[in-house]
């Protein structure tokens, strides 16, 4: 048992002194991809999305209407979500035994372990990674704003600045012109400048 405690410590060590030689641009980044993955490697899938899982994952064995309640989310926004979710494989729904007219529903396997990946960087608080992805949602000014998105602005953030195939290179790859449209996008809004 000792053997095991001790490289249990040494481990969480590690990831520790990794995180703390994070800037806070790369955690944003770090945890933006873990989003991505834990949302079945869909860059394309909203903050909001991104918002409701880990909703699910913070109260476990919720309803979809506790859900939208939590999150004020309209009904018929929060069944093509949770539908989306569940056609993923990001989340499973067992029989409610206080309603049986309802689904408790849970996040499992690999949306839970990529989702614990994106916790580890946000002190494993459910509260900071929603406020991290509220704040960034305000921030893109967009009514269905991407993770895609959010990876462009942090990733900017990180450099400062950087050309256009760069910045392309830090994604998540797919076709060009999603990506070029993403950042068009940005451009139109004013969040990114091009200097060409």
């Given at each position: 048992m000792g053997y095991y405690t001790s490289?249990?410590?040494?481990?969480?060590?590690?990831?520790?002194?990794?995180r703390a030689m994070t800037?806070?641009?790369?955690?944003a980044c770090v945890v933006i991809d873990c989003l991505v993955t834990a949302l079945g490697s869909e860059p394309s899938s909203s903050l909001r999305r991104a918002q409701i899982l880990v909703d699910i994952d913070e109260h476990p064995g919720s309803t979809q209407t506790?859900?939208?309640?939590?999150?004020?989310?309209?009904k018929s926004a929060i069944n093509r979500e949770i539908d989306w979710l569940f056609n993923y494989g990001c989340i499973m729904f067992q029989d409610n035994v206080k309603d049986a007219?309802?689904?408790?529903?849970?996040?499992?396997?690999?949306?839970?372990?990529?989702?614990?990946?994106?916790?580890?960087?946000?002190?494993?608080?459910?509260e900071k990674l929603k406020f991290f992805l509220r704040n960034m949602e305000k921030l893109l000014k967009q009514e269905k704003a991407t993770?895609?998105?959010?990876?462009?602005?942090?990733?900017?953030?990180?450099?400062?600045?950087?050309?256009?195939?760069?910045v392309i290179a830090s994604l998540y790859g797919g076709a060009h012109s999603t990506q070029?449209?993403?950042?068009g996008k940005l451009l139109e809004i004013g969040l990114i400048e091009d200097d060409a």
């Open positions: 490289m249990k410590q040494a481990s969480l060590m590690k990831t520790n002194a990794k800037t806070n641009a790369q955690k506790e859900i939208m309640d939590r999150l004020a989310i309209h007219r309802s689904k408790q529903i849970y996040i499992c396997g690999y949306s839970k372990k990529a989702l614990d990946s994106a916790l580890e960087y946000s002190e494993n608080s459910h993770l895609r998105d959010a990876k462009i602005i942090a990733a900017l953030y990180e450099k400062k600045e950087a050309d256009k195939q760069g070029n449209r993403a950042l």
